[in-house]
């Protein structure tokens, strides 16, 4: 299969079609690192003499389009590696209700747009708590469902309770370092 997608992609190079083979790579459903390690391949096939009447400039847009596209999967490479291999130093308290306070809390964090992902774009909200999760050693993958239960089984009070906390903790804070 590799070598079948390898062979396709020598002759895209050589024809240089750079945004069919962006499209070819795109569809392989290959991971990234093998998409890279399949178009070095086929690159090191082709040779400057495969530029025999072609359009130099052509030739060198082509280049450049290319290398955007594999630093865009470099990129994509080094968020997946971040979030595929991070080391939990940390975990959610025992306390009775910690886990249901730390959901409130990152969905505030996330509706306040405190947080982006590295290339500026404010992540879908299911993808942070999921991932803030694997960071913690918890599965918030239902956060929605823990956050209305909370809503259901108890008022107002009880939901806001954490970030009144936050704040009066957050004010004897201040006013101890402003006294000193």
Same mark, same amino acid.
């Given at each position: 299969? =590799?070598?079948e997608?390898?062979?396709?992609?020598? $002759? @895209?190079? !050589?024809?240089?079609?750079f /945004?069919?083979? %962006?499209?070819?790579?795109?569809?392989?459903?290959?991971?990234?690192?093998?998409?890279?390690?399949?178009?070095k391949?086929?690159?090191?096939?082709?040779?400057?003499s495969?530029?025999?009447?072609?359009?130099?400039e052509?030739?060198?847009?082509?280049c450049?389009y290319?290398?955007?596209?594999?630093?865009?999967?470099q990129?994509?490479?080094? =968020?997946?590696?971040?979030?595929?291999?991070?080391? $939990? @130093?940390? !975990?959610?308290?025992?306390? /009775?209700?910690? %886990?249901?306070d730390?959901?409130?809390?990152?969905?505030?964090?996330?509706?306040?747009q405190l947080?982006?992902?590295?290339?500026?774009?404010?992540?879908?909200k299911?993808?942070?708590?999921?991932?803030?999760?694997?960071?913690?050693?918890?599965?918030?993958?239902?956060?929605?469902?823990?956050?209305?239960?909370?809503?259901?089984?108890?008022?107002?009070?009880?939901?806001?309770?954490?970030?009144?906390?936050?704040? !009066?903790?957050?004010?004897?804070?201040?006013? %101890?370092?402003?006294?000193?």
């Amino acid at each position: 299969m =590799e070598k079948e997608i390898e062979n396709k992609l020598k $002759q @895209v190079i !050589k024809k240089f079609n750079f /945004k069919l083979l %962006k499209e070819e790579l795109d569809k392989s459903n290959l991971s990234n690192v093998q998409q890279i390690i399949i178009l070095k391949e086929a690159i090191k096939e082709c040779t400057l003499s495969d530029l025999d009447d072609y359009h130099y400039e052509s030739f060198i847009s082509g280049c450049n389009y290319l290398i955007r596209h594999l630093l865009e999967i470099q990129s994509l490479l080094k =968020e997946e590696n971040s979030i595929s291999n991070p080391q $939990q @130093v940390f !975990k959610i308290s025992e306390k /009775k209700g910690a %886990k249901t306070d730390i959901i409130r809390i990152l969905n505030a964090i996330y509706e306040l747009q405190l947080i982006e992902k590295t290339n500026k774009q404010l992540p879908a909200k299911d993808f942070f708590m999921r991932q803030m999760g694997d960071y913690l050693g918890v599965d918030l993958s239902h956060y929605d469902v823990n956050l209305s239960q909370a809503l259901s089984n108890s008022g107002m009070e009880a939901n806001v309770e954490v970030f009144e906390k936050m704040k !009066k903790l957050t004010i004897e804070t201040i006013t %101890k370092r402003l006294s000193q």
